[in-house]
């Protein structure tokens, strides 16, 4: 499967977005989601992942952000709201049809290129 990522940008504290990961080459509805982001310097970490029955969230983004998947337009969603400046990143949508842990960007085999998010302060 190929991953596209969309919908970053710059954004002001408070702010919102829509980050998009369209899939080509097989149904998205076969893998688990997930996204990443890294900053610079700094390792990439766990932000949000999706499977057919569950979601899972890093602490630091509960209740902010919202992760969704649409099996007919192949595509997954990371909705960002109330963003902060630590937020600044890269961006990564990955894939995986098994895994031992979501929180583990090795156990995804598949990535898209990413999609930059600036945060202002």
């Known amino acids: 499967v190929q991953l596209q990522a969309s919908g970053g940008g710059l954004v002001p504290a408070g702010g919102s977005l829509r980050l998009s990961c369209a899939a080509s080459?097989?149904?998205?509805?076969?893998?688990?989601m997930g996204w990443f982001r890294q900053a610079p310097g700094k390792e990439r970490e766990f932000v949000a992942d999706?499977?057919?029955?569950?979601?899972y969230y890093a602490d630091f983004v509960k209740g902010r952000f919202a992760i969704s998947r649409d099996n007919v337009k192949n595509t997954a969603y990371l909705q960002m709201n109330s963003l902060k400046p630590e937020g600044t990143a890269r961006y990564y949508c990955?894939?995986?049809?098994?895994?031992?842990?979501?929180?583990?960007?090795?156990?995804?085999?598949?990535w898209g290129q990413g999609t930059q998010v600036t945060v202002s302060s």
């Open positions: 990955a894939a995986t049809t098994t895994r031992l842990s979501y929180l583990r960007s090795v156990d995804y085999k598949y």
């Open positions: 080459g097989r149904a998205l509805s076969y893998y688990a």
């Open positions: 999706i499977t057919r029955d569950n979601k």
